[in-house]
């Protein structure tokens, strides 16, 4: 119990630290650990995932705010919009099959590792990269 | 970085600072966010950085910074229609999101620093072995 804790706390770190080095993450992490480690149904696994994405992104695009690289009107744009389809799309996790969920979880996994791949080639093609 | 920086050369009107996103093309990258993020749990940022890049012409640094303060919105937005609808456990959200701050910031510190070439490969491969092994019963 309290070691399950701790690896919990640990991947909770380490979600953070991915989110903050490569921009995606948070998520991609908090899901597995709470399905696969913590026994979350998928649906609730996404959910609450999505609660403890608000305090890591809000730091986080605070943090990069000072550098003065978030464009704060297209960003209340996508976010506006997205709070619309965001209520759409729970409506449909609420009422999908766990398997389905859990299917669709697992090839958005795969699709973000071939994206990192992708991006970490451009940057090297570019030589030093970003 | 350098590719972005002979593109815009030809163009001064861009050199300093990418247009804005027009209105319809934002709309439908936060249609897109807001439904990957209730559907998968994410923030979205996986559908918003390449879009912002690929669409309004962002640098990728811009992206992300943008793609992370608007997931602010998208996330809480999913959040409470999950919570009406009974499905967030609000105590566990806290113990993997408060130690996920500590470390967001060092995250945000270290990215200049690191050379994450094989750190990106490494963070791939994890991601791959997990959902491998999500796709077992």
């Known amino acids: 119990m309290i070691a ?24 991609i992490i908090f899901v597995p650990t709470l399905s696969v480690i913590l026994g979350l149904a998928q649906l609730d ?12 992104a809000a730091l986080g695009s605070w943090r990069q705010a000072r550098a003065g690289t978030v464009r704060w009107r297209d960003a209340g744009i996508i976010g506006a919009v997205s709070a619309a389809s965001a209520v759409g799309g729970a409506l449909l996790a609420d009422a999908a099959p766990e398997r389905l969920l859990r299917a669709g979880f697992a090839l958005l996994l795969l699709a973000t590792a071939a994206q990192l791949v992708a991006r970490a080639r451009r ?3 570019r030589g030093a990269g970003s | 970085m350098r590719r972005s920086e002979t593109v815009t050369a030809s163009d001064p009107s861009t050199a300093s600072a990418p247009r804005a996103g027009g209105l319809a093309t934002l709309a439908v990258i936060g249609l897109a966010a807001g439904l990957m993020a209730s559907l998968f749990g994410v923030g979205g940022g996986i559908v918003v950085v390449p879009l912002l890049i690929l669409l309004v012409r962002y640098d990728a640094r811009a992206a992300t910074a943008t793609s992370l303060a608007a997931i602010v919105v998208t996330a809480a937005a999913g959040t409470a229609a999950h919570g009406v609808l009974g499905n967030v456990h609000w105590g566990t959200a806290a113990l993997v999101g408060i130690p996920a701050m500590a470390g967001v910031a060092a995250g945000v510190a270290l990215k200049d620093r690191v050379s994450n070439r094989a750190l990106t490969h490494g963070f791939a491969a994890l991601l791959v072995a997990v959902a491998v092994r999500m796709l077992l019963p």
């Open chain 1, 4 to 27: 399950e804790a701790v690896l919990v706390i640990a991947l909770g770190v380490a979600a953070g630290l991915v989110a903050g080095l490569f921009g995606v993450g948070g998520g």
């Open chain 1, 45 to 56: 696994a996404e959910a609450t995932s999505l609660l403890a994405i608000v305090p890591v």
């Open chain 1, 123 to 125: 940057a090297g093609d």
